[in-house]
């Protein structure tokens, strides 16, 4: 029997009836990760302890980094900052636990658990597309971004909640949100109203396309650490950014107006 060690993971042994997410997609952190781009992966490899089999515990603890990133940030923002905000990073941080619990543990939920950690995935883009839309002060304009992403939103829970489900649906949604909605949005309040609050969010999104380089030049640092793990810690990057955003944000709003 082949053992697992630091060079060579030990090949997996995958429950009969779940299916692997990975191949055609990645955790719900990724959702953030790449937007234009699914992360295409070899079958999962793990690790035996005690008799138990680990699967790809890179990605369960880089997964389970952002989800404590999240809380910290959350804890950080409690008090001041918009309740839309702070639920953004409240079902993110959710996406990514579930998401790592998908890969490491799919026996508990297999399928079904990358589905609803996906769907946490979306639920915190639509809360962060909302949230860009409320630092506008027209209502009309705010209530045609709503209508517009409710509908993107329904869309996109129909096609991840089918059976044979892949990221794909993720990625687009993503690819619309972050870069179609919200940049567009961030650019215009930096532009025309010199809200430099914008600059944190900007440059998460930016962030966020290094990923994509990633994928683009096939970069796996070793067989335990591959390239999606490494993208796990650029989200956790991009959530301090966004934070930070948030918070400027809320200086903003406390400011007084001269």
């Known amino acids: 029997m082949h053992r697992a060690s630091l060079v060579r993971p030990a090949p997996a042994k995958l429950p009969q009836d779940w299916k692997v997410a990975r191949v055609g997609g990645c955790s719900g952190a990724m959702q953030i990760a790449c937007p234009f781009l699914i992360m295409p992966k070899s079958l999962p490899y793990s690790i035996e302890i005690g008799g138990f089999q680990f699967f790809e515990p890179a990605t369960v603890i880089t997964d389970y980094l952002i989800t404590a990133v999240c ?13 839309g905000f702070i639920l953004f990073f409240i079902l993110q941080g959710l996406s990514t636990l579930v998401g790592g619990t998908a890969h490491g543990f799919p026996a508990f939920g297999g399928h079904v658990l990358h589905q609803v950690a996906w769907l946490l995935a979306g639920l915190a883009m639509l809360r962060l597309e909302w949230s860009i839309d409320k630092t506008f002060q027209e209502d009309s304009f705010r209530r045609v971004g709503r209508t517009l992403t409710s509908i993107k939103f329904a869309v996109y829970c129909f096609f991840i909640m089918q059976t044979d489900s892949t990221f794909l ?7 619309l949100g972050m870069l179609v909605y919200i ?25 966020l396309i290094i990923p994509g380089v990633i994928h683009f030049i096939q970069y796996n640092p070793t ?36």
Do not use: C
Request: charged share 10%; hydrophobic share 55%.
């Open 183 to 207: 940049t567009p949005r961030l650019l215009n309040q930096r532009i025309a109203g010199g809200q430099v609050w914008t600059d944190w969010f900007l440059a998460g999104i930016g962030m």
């Open 169 to 175: 649906p993720v990625a687009i949604n993503t690819a």
């Open 223 to 258: 067989a335990w650490f591959n390239g999606n793990d490494l993208n796990h810690l650029f989200i956790a990057g991009a959530m301090i950014l966004f934070y930070y955003g948030v918070k400027n944000f809320s200086k903003h709003l406390a400011a007084p107006v001269v």
């Open 71 to 83: 809380a910290v940030l959350i804890f950080k923002l409690i008090k001041s900052a918009r309740w």
